[in-house]
C-alpha cells in the first residue's frame, strides 16, 4: 500500500499542483482521511455505535475562490476528467463521476459559492478499498469551502456537509460512519459515536504500547453489486424495525423481541438474520469499548471482533468469498482476531496482531488469500487544515 506522506509535503505538493493548473497559488490547502472501523458494521443507520479509526491516509483539497460563477474540479487521481460547470448549474449528476462528491458539497452553499471556486485535489486513501477516498474528498472539501467562505459550520455540520454530498448529489445511501469518522476521529484514539444521538467520545488505542499493530488488508476486490446490495440491507433494516414497532433496530435492548419477526415466511427469516446482526453487533461495540476502557489487554478485543466478521458474513451477508479468506489466513497465521470493514461486497479486513507477527500475516495473506496489499494502520488525526 503506497505510502503515507507528512502533513508539509502533502501539502506542498498539492498548493503546486494547484498553482501549475491554475496559474496562482491556492488561498489554502486542506486535508482529511479515510478510516477503518474497528467494530459497530451497518449499525450506522440504525441508531447504533461504532468505533472507527482514521488513516494516516488522506485526500488533501487546495483551493481559492474565483469571480467568473465557475465550479472548476481537477483530480491528480483522474488525470483528464476536470469539470468547469456554472455554480448555478449545480445539480446531481452535474457534474458527474468523481467531481460529484465535491460539487455536492458546493451545490449545498450555492449563494455563499455563487462567485465560484477552483479546487485541485490529490490524496493517497485507497479507492475501491472500502477504506472511505469518497468521505475523505467530501469532508476535505467541505472544511475548504468552510473556511473559504467564512461560514460557521462546526464538527457536526461539517459531518452533515459530506453525508447530504454522498445521499442527495451522489446518490449513494449511507450512514454517518464515515464522514463522522474522517471529521471527529483523533491521533491515538478511536471514535466512539452514537449514531441516534450524535454523542461521541474519544477511547484511547495505543497498540504499539500493548506489542499489537492493527493490520489492515486490501482484499483488491470490489464487487459490482456493492451498492444495491447496500440499499437492500438497508431497507431491510428498515423494515425490521417497522414490524418490531421502534424507529430504529438498536432502540431495542437486546436480541429477545427479534423472534417476532420470524413468521414462518422466508422474508420473515432474513429479517430476523439482519435484525440479529444489527443488535449483536451494537453490543459488541460495548463490548469492545468496554475492554478497552477498562486497560484490559487489547488481545481481549480479538475474539469480538472475528466474532462480528461471523455475523456480516453469515447473519447480514455482505461479506464475499475474498474477504472470507483473508479473515481466515489471518486467524491461522496468529491474528487474535480478523474481519472485514466497511459496507461489504469486497473493500479491506482488519486483523489484531502481535506487532513481530505482522510480517509473518502479510505473508500468509497474500499467498492464501491472494491479498498482497496490506499496512499497519495507527490511528491518525482527523481533518484538518494543513496550508
Ligand atoms: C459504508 C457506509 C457507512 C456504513 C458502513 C457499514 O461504509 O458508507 O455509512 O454504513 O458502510 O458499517
Given at each position: 500500500m503506497s505510502g503515507v506522506l507528512p502533513d508539509e509535503e502533502a501539502a506542498a505538493g498539492a498548493a503546486e499542483a494547484f498553482a501549475a493548473r491554475f496559474g496562482a497559488a491556492p488561498e489554502g490547502v486542506w486535508a482529511a482521511p479515510g478510516r477503518v472501523n474497528v467494530i459497530g458494521e451497518h449499525t450506522d443507520y440504525n441508531g447504533g455505535s461504532v468505533l472507527p479509526v482514521a488513516l494516516p491516509h488522506t485526500v488533501r483539497a487546495a483551493a481559492a475562490r474565483r469571480d467568473d460563477g465557475r465550479l472548476v474540479l481537477v483530480s491528480a487521481q483522474h488525470p483528464g476528467e476536470d469539470a468547469d460547470v456554472a455554480v448555478a448549474d449545480l445539480?446531481?449528476?452535474?457534474?458527474?463521476?468523481?467531481?460529484g462528491y465535491p460539487a455536492g458539497v458546493v451545490e449545498q452553499v450555492r449563494a455563499a459559492a455563487a462567485g465560484g471556486l477552483s479546487l485541485l485535489v490529490d490524496g493517497d486513501v485507497p479507492a475501491g478499498a472500502g477504506l472511505s477516498s469518497s468521505a475523505a474528498l467530501e469532508c476535505a472539501v467541505a472544511l475548504a469551502v468552510r473556511d473559504l467562505l467564512g461560514l460557521g459550520w462546526g464538527p457536526d455540520d461539517l459531518v452533515d456537509v459530506a453525508r447530504r454530498a454522498e445521499?442527495?448529489?451522489?446518490g449513494a445511501p449511507t450512514g454517518i460512519l464515515d464522514q463522522s469518522a474522517s471529521v471527529l476521529c483523533t491521533a491515538g484514539h478511536a471514535l466512539h459515536l452514537?449514531?441516534?444521538?450524535?454523542s461521541w467520545d474519544q477511547v484511547p488505542l495505543d497498540l504499539e504500547a500493548a506489542g499489537l499493530a492493527l493490520l489492515v488488508v486490501d482484499s483488491g476486490t470490489t464487487h459490482s453489486h456493492a451498492e444495491s446490495g447496500y440499499g437492500e440491507r438497508r431497507r431491510q433494516c428498515e423494515e425490521a424495525a417497522r414490524r418490531l414497532g421502534?424507529?430504529?433496530?438498536?432502540?431495542?435492548?437486546?436480541?429477545?423481541?427479534?423472534?417476532?419477526?420470524?413468521?414462518?415466511?422466508d422474508e420473515g427469516a432474513v429479517l430476523l438474520r439482519r435484525a440479529w446482526h444489527v443488535v449483536t453487533e451494537d453490543a459488541r461495540v460495548a463490548e469492545v469499548v468496554d475492554l478497552l476502557r477498562a486497560g484490559?489487554?487489547?488481545?481481549?478485543?480479538g475474539p469480538v471482533l472475528t466474532a462480528g466478521h461471523a455475523s456480516l458474513r453469515d447473519d447480514f451477508e455482505v461479506s464475499v468469498p475474498e474477504l472470507d479468506a483473508v479473515v481466515e489466513a489471518a486467524l491461522a497465521a496468529g491474528a487474535y482476531g480478523a474481519r472485514m470493514v466497511g459496507g461489504g461486497f469486497g473493500g479491506s479486513a482488519v486483523a489484531l496482531v502481535d506487532a513481530g507477527a505482522v510480517e509473518a500475516v502479510s505473508a500468509a495473506v497474500a499467498e492464501r488469500a491472494g491479498a498482497p496489499r496490506s499496512y499497519v494502520v495507527v490511528p491518525a488525526a482527523g481533518a484538518r487544515r494543513l496550508q
Amino acid at each position: 500500500m503506497s505510502g503515507v506522506l507528512p502533513d508539509e509535503e502533502a501539502a506542498a505538493g498539492a498548493a503546486e499542483a494547484f498553482a501549475a493548473r491554475f496559474g496562482a497559488a491556492p488561498e489554502g490547502v486542506w486535508a482529511a482521511p479515510g478510516r477503518v472501523n474497528v467494530i459497530g458494521e451497518h449499525t450506522d443507520y440504525n441508531g447504533g455505535s461504532v468505533l472507527p479509526v482514521a488513516l494516516p491516509h488522506t485526500v488533501r483539497a487546495a483551493a481559492a475562490r474565483r469571480d467568473d460563477g465557475r465550479l472548476v474540479l481537477v483530480s491528480a487521481q483522474h488525470p483528464g476528467e476536470d469539470a468547469d460547470v456554472a455554480v448555478a448549474d449545480l445539480a446531481p449528476g452535474t457534474p458527474g463521476g468523481w467531481a460529484g462528491y465535491p460539487a455536492g458539497v458546493v451545490e449545498q452553499v450555492r449563494a455563499a459559492a455563487a462567485g465560484g471556486l477552483s479546487l485541485l485535489v490529490d490524496g493517497d486513501v485507497p479507492a475501491g478499498a472500502g477504506l472511505s477516498s469518497s468521505a475523505a474528498l467530501e469532508c476535505a472539501v467541505a472544511l475548504a469551502v468552510r473556511d473559504l467562505l467564512g461560514l460557521g459550520w462546526g464538527p457536526d455540520d461539517l459531518v452533515d456537509v459530506a453525508r447530504r454530498a454522498e445521499n442527495d448529489f451522489v446518490g449513494a445511501p449511507t450512514g454517518i460512519l464515515d464522514q463522522s469518522a474522517s471529521v471527529l476521529c483523533t491521533a491515538g484514539h478511536a471514535l466512539h459515536l452514537d449514531t441516534r444521538d450524535r454523542s461521541w467520545d474519544q477511547v484511547p488505542l495505543d497498540l504499539e504500547a500493548a506489542g499489537l499493530a492493527l493490520l489492515v488488508v486490501d482484499s483488491g476486490t470490489t464487487h459490482s453489486h456493492a451498492e444495491s446490495g447496500y440499499g437492500e440491507r438497508r431497507r431491510q433494516c428498515e423494515e425490521a424495525a417497522r414490524r418490531l414497532g421502534v424507529d430504529y433496530l438498536c432502540d431495542l435492548p437486546g436480541t429477545d423481541a427479534l423472534a417476532a419477526l420470524d413468521d414462518g415466511t422466508d422474508e420473515g427469516a432474513v429479517l430476523l438474520r439482519r435484525a440479529w446482526h444489527v443488535v449483536t453487533e451494537d453490543a459488541r461495540v460495548a463490548e469492545v469499548v468496554d475492554l478497552l476502557r477498562a486497560g484490559a489487554d487489547p488481545r481481549g478485543t480479538g475474539p469480538v471482533l472475528t466474532a462480528g466478521h461471523a455475523s456480516l458474513r453469515d447473519d447480514f451477508e455482505v461479506s464475499v468469498p475474498e474477504l472470507d479468506a483473508v479473515v481466515e489466513a489471518a486467524l491461522a497465521a496468529g491474528a487474535y482476531g480478523a474481519r472485514m470493514v466497511g459496507g461489504g461486497f469486497g473493500g479491506s479486513a482488519v486483523a489484531l496482531v502481535d506487532a513481530g507477527a505482522v510480517e509473518a500475516v502479510s505473508a500468509a495473506v497474500a499467498e492464501r488469500a491472494g491479498a498482497p496489499r496490506s499496512y499497519v494502520v495507527v490511528p491518525a488525526a482527523g481533518a484538518r487544515r494543513l496550508q
